[in-house]
């Protein structure tokens, strides 16, 4: 079998910060905005000459984070609730044998920032940090086939799930002004029920956390509603 080695073009900055809550497909959240950082010998303004033509882009990317814990053929994808077995091939699942994840992504803008190229996105699905291989825009006309049969996945994944804020947290999301969408975002995130899918039949009240940007966000659910009580700021 052949190998090929190939080079890491640019690096995304994510408001996801873990695996944990990030959407199981971009486009999901709109709010959830990046940004892919071009690097030398990448940040050539003639790389990416004519792409603010393109209102979305294909990502083509590594799954760093999981990369290492390899794969197996059977997976178990959560769409199904974690217990139906679907071969790797047929689902989009992280663990395969090449850790390549394929992304459409909203592009907003393009800027320099010193000697890097940044391309402003939007709709990520993508875990800060993550590796881009490649980058080609989308076609209409050749990548959105409405006709096509979706599988177990055929729509949007809905949930039944409200979202409510603590005082302290609504405060929180109005006083800081960097991230204007921020309730929108975890409210959008919670709404999704990022959580296991052996945890979504329990009854008992669960408390969960994660980190978006560099907050510290803390919830509970309780039967379909999800209480965000505390926002704190990481150190
Ligand atoms: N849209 C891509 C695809 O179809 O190839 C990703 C689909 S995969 C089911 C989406 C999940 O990948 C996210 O929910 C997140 O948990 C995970 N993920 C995102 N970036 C990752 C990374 N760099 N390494 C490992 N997992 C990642």
């Known amino acids: 079998?052949?190998?090929?080695?190939?080079?890491?073009?640019?690096?995304?900055?994510?408001?996801?910060?873990?695996?944990?809550?990030?959407?199981?497909?971009?486009?999901?959240?709109?709010e959830a905005r990046g940004r892919l950082v071009l690097a030398p010998p990448y940040a050539e303004d003639d790389i990416v000459r004519g792409i603010e033509a393109f209102s979305h882009l294909w990502l083509v990317f590594v799954f760093h984070?999981?990369?290492?814990?390899?794969?197996?053929?059977?997976?178990?994808?959560?769409?199904?609730?974690?217990?139906?077995?679907?071969?790797?091939?047929?689902?989009?699942?992280?663990?395969?044998?090449n850790p390549i994840g394929l992304s459409v992504v909203k592009l907003e803008r393009v800027y320099r920032r010193n000697s890097n190229l940044v391309l402003e996105l939007s709709g990520i699905d993508l875990l800060d940090g993550t590796p881009i291989l490649d980058i080609k825009p989308y076609l209409p006309y050749a990548d959105a086939l409405p006709e096509a049969a979706g599988g177990f996945a055929d729509s949007a994944p809905q949930t039944g799930m409200a979202v409510t804020f603590s005082e302290q947290a609504n405060a929180f999301c109005l006083a800081q002004k960097k991230h204007p969408e921020l309730a929108l975002l975890i409210e959008k995130v919670l709404k999704q029920d990022p959580r296991p899918s052996y945890k979504k039949q329990r009854d008992a009240e669960q408390h969960y956390g994660m980190t978006l940007y560099h907050f510290n966000i803390k919830w509970t659910v309780n039967g379909d509603h999800n209480h965000v009580t505390e926002i704190s700021q990481l150190p």
């Open 1 to 30: 079998m052949s190998s090929f080695q190939f080079q890491v073009i640019g690096t995304v900055e994510s408001p996801y910060k873990q695996k944990f809550a990030i959407p199981r497909q971009p486009g999901l959240i709109a």
């Open 65 to 97: 984070e999981t990369a290492s814990k390899g794969w197996s053929p059977l997976v178990r994808p959560p769409r199904l609730g974690g217990n139906a077995r679907k071969g790797v091939f047929a689902t989009r699942a992280t663990f395969r044998p």
